[in-house]
């Protein structure tokens, strides 16, 4: 998935701004199977690459999304992600996720 990211209202980009929309992707078992089934979070590491003046600089602009998931086994799930603004690397992802088909 890719997607675009902003703060409604808008307000300059801080760390727990983008600790939040690393958590703001869809779970890749709803876009695999195409539909929703009960699923959780298990694990959720974010990294944040960019400085604090990089955040500064982001402003309030949108931030660019990506994220994709390895394997689908035994009701887990992994997915890593990553947040860009302009041609920054500001934060990464990763999480493990448990799904149970219906």
Known sequence: STLWLRDIP????DYPALASMADAFFPRVF??????MPAGT?????YFHATAAE????????VLGTARAAR???GHFDQ???????DVLLATTHQLVYFKTP
Request: charged share 15%.
């Open 10 to 13: 808008e307000r300059p980009l």
């Open 31 to 36: 876009l695999r199977h195409g539909t929703y």
């Open 42 to 46: 298990i694990t959720l590491t974010t």
């Open 55 to 62: 955040l500064a600089a982001h402003g309030s602009d949108h």
């Open 72 to 74: 689908f086994v035994n």
């Open 80 to 86: 890593d992600g990553a947040l860009w603004g302009g």
